[in-house]
């Protein structure tokens, strides 16, 4: 079954009871037991819902894995992962990263002793090196990264990972499932924000964890249940409805932002233009093998100062100046002092995170229309 089919129909069946198409919101807390732990297959909705088993089915099988274990949020989705460990274990990641995952480990996780270590995963001697020095229990891979747009070889990394007995993670937020499946490419775990492309429409915010390991799956359930990091059924029925057309979505994110990267490219007020579907992208070559589609956002440094850069930002009209991105509605960020602000400068700067970066998550809209507004920000400034 390809794709759009899946997306459209598994975890997405018509009520059973009524005939309903769709399936109802079970806004529920808790279930009726026939007899004291007889149940229907719930007893509480911390523990599950019939629309996270839904979702939870969809989701697996876009991301070709076995099991999905859905969450609050994208962090949510890590925190279940990572209270899988004990104190005094390693993760490592990838050293560009959102800024929300970066404060996680440096400013909670630390906490419990969790030790953190970033690395540039694009360099496999580099992340070799570390993978040994550090006995790390996880690593985990941003590709492409938030917001440089970075991408690492998957398949290298989880096989250097397998060598040292390291379970690999990818967050897969920024490709979304229908331009890449890092299960297949030979990662232990997948996790999404689904706030972003998978629920699509800005208007929820969860998390995913996909696994074909049956252990891993169990402990993440008993995280998710014990911490009590679960979804509101709502925001997993709304996740349901917008899963559906991701694959018709994406093809247009990506679209529009192929042509923004390419305006953007040759435009004289630009010095810098991230984009992996972009030839001179300098890891083009792996963006090809490992993706099916560069996906929907473009991150810009201009030839202005910040001040300047600022105010092309606010001047946008289509663009919205907010946080988050994979929504249909296109977003406009400046990572420094929105979205990464969490990661101390200096840090930023030694990946290359210029103050100056302003990232572009580009919608489903008219791409002539997005080009316009922002040559119209540009001519503003
Ligand atoms: C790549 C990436 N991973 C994880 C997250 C965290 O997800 P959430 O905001 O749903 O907790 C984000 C949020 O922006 C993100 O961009």
């Not at 759009?4 to 037991?33: E, F, L, N, R, W």
């Not at 994208?74 to 990838?94: C, E, N, P, R, Y």
């Not at 938030?146 to 007995?165: C, F, H, T």
């Not at 929907?296 to 440094?301: C, D, K, L, N, T």
Request: hydrophobic share 40%.
């Amino acid at each position: 079954m390809k794709f759009t089919t899946k997306a459209v129909h598994k975890g997405q069946k018509p009520d059973v009871t009524t005939g309903a198409m769709i399936p109802p919101i079970y806004m529920t807390s808790t279930y009726i037991q026939e007899a004291p732990a007889q149940t229907k297959g719930y007893d509480y909705t911390r523990a599950g819902n019939p629309n996270f088993s839904n979702l939870e089915t969809t989701l697996a099988a876009l991301e070709q894995g076995k099991y999905a274990t859905i969450f609050s949020s994208g962090l949510g989705a890590i925190t279940g992962l990572v209270t899988t460990l004990k104190s005094g274990d390693t993760v490592l990641a990838t050293n560009d990263l959102y800024g929300g995952t970066y404060r996680l480990f440096s400013r909670i996780f630390s906490n419990f002793g969790i030790q953190f270590f970033t690395v540039d995963t694009q360099d496999l001697a580099a992340t070799e090196a570390m993978l040994k020095e550090k006995s790390a229990k996880m690593i985990l891979i941003e590709s492409p990264t938030n917001p440089l747009l970075k991408v690492s070889d998957i398949s290298a990394v989880a096989e250097l990972a397998r060598k040292y007995g390291t379970l690999s993670i990818v967050d897969n937020t920024f490709a979304s499932p229908y331009f890449q499946n890092p299960l297949l490419l030979g990662a232990d775990v997948v996790m999404h924000s689904t706030t972003k492309y998978i629920g699509g429409h800005s208007d929820t915010v969860g998390g995913v964890i996909v696994t074909n390991s049956k252990e891993l799956k169990e402990k993440i359930d008993l995280t998710r249940m014990a911490v009590g990091l679960n979804p509101s059924p709502f925001d997993v029925w709304l996740t349901s409805k917008g899963v559906k057309t991701l694959g018709l979505r994406m093809e247009r994110h990506a679209k529009n932002s192929m042509a923004l990267a390419e305006f953007l490219n040759t435009h004289p007020k630009v010095s810098k233009v991230f984009y992996p579907g972009l030839k001179k992208h300098p890891n083009y070559e792996v963006a090809k093998k490992q993706m099916s589609g560069f996906s929907g956002i473009v991150s810009v440094e201009f030839n202005l100062s910040l001040e300047e850069s600022k105010k092309l930002i606010s001047s946008c009209q289509l663009f919205s100046l907010a946080e988050s991105l994979g929504g249909v509605e296109s977003l406009v960020n400046h990572p420094a002092s929105m979205t990464h602000a969490s990661i101390p400068r200096a840090e930023r700067l030694k990946i290359g995170l210029n103050d100056g970066l302003v990232r572009f998550s580009c919608g489903i809209e008219e791409t002539e229309d997005l080009i316009a507004d922002i040559m119209a920000a540009i001519d503003a400034v």
